[in-house]
């Protein structure tokens, strides 16, 4: 044995390295409400105009369709009368 070097049990020593198959845990992002991807196609002329608000406003596109989204499209929720196995008049 060197001089120096310490004695550590078997089970608690350093890994020295990162091995081929070991992987990385993605941790959740603390975010204020899930979301998701949408894939949103416009013309070019869109896009631009969509760019240039985004731009002056100092977001990202998605979060500026999200505010028109939220500011101008009304909520709907769908409520089911009766319940299993009750018949409706």
Known sequence: MMEGQEVM????????GKSKNARRRTSAKPTEVEKRSLNLRVDEATYQRLTVHALMKRTTISELVMGYAREH???????RVGG??????
């Open 73 to 79: 499209l009304r909520e709907y929720s769908i409520h």
């Open 84 to 89: 299993k196995g009750t018949e409706n008049p």
């Open 9 to 16: 049990p078997e089970g608690l020593q350093e890994d020295k």
